[in-house]
């Protein structure tokens, strides 16, 4: 089947200590099943506030604009509304939930997104597989969900969640950060894998362009102040890697051109 | 809704590791868990919110008793039981000391405490029925409705003590627990029976005077539970102790007394409601327990009072060499509680733990904690002491840990995690600490927290509806205490939290 995420000039703010602030200011975007979008931009660019707005969390609040799921306004539901829709977010820095093991919570999840709860045999062995494959020990299994975990951990938890809940959108936000070679290896292909299942749309949010040498993109967007400023193919992502986002950055910026 | 297990390692084609068996036999528990846990919600929907032991009986002995206490009253309970004169001088003690002690001025509010409101001697049988049968039918349905016969019947329990208003109506024993000895009365038929032993350990561990309510007790104590268990003997399934008030302004004044010789184990556990009236009742216990050379005993409360109840309750124990003692307390009901279960680490190498869970729900005041006295070298002690408040509810960790001069090597652990649902609610911590020796090892923990927006939106984001979400993050919250619970008690306090927490979310 094929699905569409629509983004129409999407404009968002948080409630910060100094008033109302804007991040969002604009941005537009279309992304189909199987495509693979690389979002790549400065660090305080608002990529991540605006994969939370797309999920719904509760700090940002959209001003205007849309955000369509096959033509439903994800904008008017709740986050989990937007899970069972189809949505999904890797987050840059999953939560920990003590006392919740990540058993429990992978098969509610589950059963909430699924709308019913998983046949016994096969889950016990998709579970299984998908943690042998990202290398996880099954001990993590029992453990509370993100808690304690290494920061590689707790992203190879995300991409496990990914490939179990089998969205229609996932959205990756620098689920590439603090990984070392091997393990960024190792998601990168569980993404690899779970999108070869299901064929979803990618939204990855990236600072480094490292990741795209195992997640091929088909498209680039570079992302700044708010908005995406260039969109171009794989090669855009070469250039970056040469100029990095000093061209990119308002007058009088930091450079943050560490690019690896 | 879940599908039913079938054969889950069936699916595996050739051989399978190790840990992939665990993992799957481990993944299989917990499906059934969950599982367990859809049934219950279903049940927790259907009776949303309400208080699920409110009911009380017809009720013509709590009609015909008296309010109030006096020196008479106290000579009356004891002519009443037929007790000896040591018991009696006890008692007066205790009358005395009930009112030389102050008030405390610290704690809940007790502003609108009267202690001449109560009935102090409520004795609904003439006398203890020897089976759920005998008793007459609303009292047995109660039982029944508490699911207290049934459990016997399963061998859920070793032994099971039902205490209604001030008499324990029914006390049962395995008998081949009996057979080794094992003593398990209420303390009046002790008195009775075994007056050599009561009078040994009786007021040892909690002096008369030892507080206010302490005295009030021992002045007009009725019930509670006598337990004696010989050397070496394990009971390894849990005596079951049930409390119940009936009638408005009850006091119930139960007294239990638990010897634990060198190296046995028990495992006491008791449960408490009442009805919900708009009279104020008072649930004022005293719990002394023993713990000889190398024995260990669990004492766990899961009180649910109803939220008239004042529960002002005195537990101590003394633990000899090399015994441990474990109190896990869960405090969900009541209008306030006072209660600081002690320890006293008398030998070396003895060891105590105080697990506690306090809810402090609309109108609730849950002052809570523990005591650690580490008199010996090489003692060691942990206090994880949690709460929840909400809708405006308090709930306060007030506990102590004393290292006496001498006591090289002592060890002492204080963890105190405060959850508050709303802006509402309020958690305090008063952490008193009086070390004497150089050589110790200590360790405080404390935080508050709320539970948090990011929590609950991570949960969210992965389909889970935000009831069900901060029911998850309630459950984890609590579930360190939980687990330490027999099954049915640990299902009874996620019910009892979730329960609580109905229209928290919002
Ligand atoms: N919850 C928040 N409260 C206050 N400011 C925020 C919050 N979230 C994001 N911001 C601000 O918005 C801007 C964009 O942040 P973010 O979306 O995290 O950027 P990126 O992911 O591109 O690094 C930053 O200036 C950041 O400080
Ligand atoms: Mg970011």
């Not at chain 1, 749309?201 to 498209?219: C, E, F, S, W």
């Not at chain 1, 171009?232 to 992502?237: I, R, S, V």
């Not at chain 2, 003692?379 to 840990?401: M, N």
Request: hydrophobic residues 35%; proline residues 4%; charged residues 25%.
């Amino acid at each position: 089947m094929q699905h569409t995420l629509e983004i129409k000039d999407l404009h968002a703010a948080v409630e910060t200590k100094e008033g109302r602030k804007e991040i969002l200011k604009g941005v537009n975007l279309t992304v189909h099943s199987g495509e693979t979008h690389a979002i790549m931009g400065p660090n305080g660019s608002g990529k991540s506030t605006l994969a939370y707005t797309l999920a719904g969390h509760p700090k940002y609040e959209v001003e205007s604009g849309q955000a369509l799921l096959d033509g439903e306004d994800l904008l008017k539901m709740k986050p989990d509304e937007r899970a069972k829709a189809g949505l999904f977010l890797a987050m840059q820095y999953p939560v920990e939930v003590p006392g919740v093991s990540m058993t429990n919570f992978l098969r509610t999840a589950k059963t909430e997104v699924d709308g019913k709860a998983p046949a016994i045999r096969s889950w016990v062995k998709d579970l299984q597989g998908s943690m042998k494959k990202l290398r996880m020990d099954p001990k993590f299994a029992q453990r509370s969900v993100n808690e304690g975990f290494s920061g590689g951990e707790k992203k190879r938890a995300e991409v496990l969640q990914l490939e179990l809940l089998k969205p229609k959108f996932a959205i990756l936000d620098e689920t590439d950060s603090g990984l070392d070679v091997d393990a960024l290896r190792i998601v990168s292909e569980g993404v690899n894998r779970a999108k070869e299942d299901n064929d979803f749309g990618i939204l990855m949010v990236t600072h480094y362009t490292r990741i795209l040498r195992y997640i091929k993109p088909d498209i680039v967007h570079v992302f700044a102040d708010g908005r995406f400023i260039k969109t171009g193919g794989p090669e855009l992502a070469d250039e970056l890697e040469e100029t990095g986002y000093d061209q990119y950055l308002p007058e009088g910026s930091d450079s943050e051109s560490a690019l690896a | 809704m879940a599908e039913k297990t079938t054969d889950s390692s069936a699916s595996a084609a050739g051989t399978k590791q190790a840990a992939d068996v665990e993992m799957s036999q481990y993944v299989a528990d917990r499906e059934r868990v969950n599982e367990d846990k859809i049934k219950q919600d279903d049940k927790i929907i259907s009776e949303f919110g309400e208080y699920s032991y409110g009911w009380h009986d017809s009720d013509a002995a709590g009609e015909a008793a008296k309010k109030g206490i006096s020196e008479e009253v106290v000579r009356e309970i004891s002519a009443d039981k037929h007790e000896p004169q040591w018991m009696l001088d006890y008692r007066l003690a205790g009358y005395k000391a009930f009112l030389d002690k102050p008030m405390p001025d610290w704690g809940v509010d007790l502003k609108g405490f009267n202690a001449q409101d109560f009935k102090y001697y409520v004795k609904p049988l003439d006398k203890q029925a020897k089976s759920w049968d005998d008793l007459p039918p609303d009292i047995k349905n109660t039982y029944d409705r508490l699911g207290i016969p049934e459990a016997e019947k399963k061998r859920l329990v070793s032994g099971v003590a039902a205490q209604y208003e001030s008499e324990v109506i029914y006390n049962s024993i395995r008998e081949d627990l009996k057979a080794q000895g094992v003593i398990f009365l209420d303390t009046d038929a002790a008195v009775q029976q075994y007056p050599d032993l009561v009078k040994k350990y009786f007021t040892t561990v909690v002096p008369v005077d030892d507080n206010k309510f302490a005295g009030l007790n021992t002045a007009a104590w009725s019930g509670g539970s006598f337990v004696y268990v010989p050397k070496g003997v394990h009971v390894e399934i849990p005596l079951q102790a049930y409390f119940r008030i009936n009638t408005p302004a009850m006091g119930q004044f139960e007294r239990t007394l638990i010897i634990a010789d060198e190296g046995s184990y028990v495992h006491y556990v008791e449960g408490c409601t009442a009805p919900i009236y708009s009279q104020d009742s008072l649930h004022a216990a005293v719990v002394e327990i023993v713990v000889e050379k190398n024995a260990r005993v669990r004492y766990t409360t899961v009180q649910n009072w109803s939220n008239n109840v004042y529960n002002l309750v005195t537990q101590r124990a003394y633990v000899k060499e090399g015994g441990t003692m474990e109190w896990v307390d869960g405090n969900i009901g009541s209008k306030a509680t006072m209660k600081y279960p002690a320890c006293i680490l008398a030998g070396p190498y003895a060891k105590a733990e105080t697990m506690s869970i306090g809810f402090a729900g609309k109108g609730q005041y849950q002052d809570t904690g523990a005591k650690m006295i580490h008199l010996a070298p090489h003692t060691s002690s942990t206090i994880v002491a949690k709460s929840i408040s909400k809708d405006a509810g308090r709930s306060a960790y007030r506990g102590l840990v004393k290292i006496v001069k001498g006591a090289e090597g002592a060890h002492s652990s204080v963890v105190c995690d405060a959850l508050l649902v709303d802006d509402y609610s309020r958690s305090d911590t008063y952490p008193h600490v009086d070390v004497r020796e150089d050589d110790v090892t200590m360790a405080h923990e404390a935080t508050v927290s709320k539970v948090s927006e990011d929590q609950l939106f991570y949960l969210m984001s992965r389909g889970i509806e935000e009831k069900e979400a901060m029911g998850m993050i309630v459950r984890g919250f609590v579930e360190p205490i939980s687990k330490l619970l027999p099954m049915e008690y640990a299902l009874e306090l996620n019910r009892l939290v979730e329960l609580q927490m109905e229209g928290s979310v919002g």
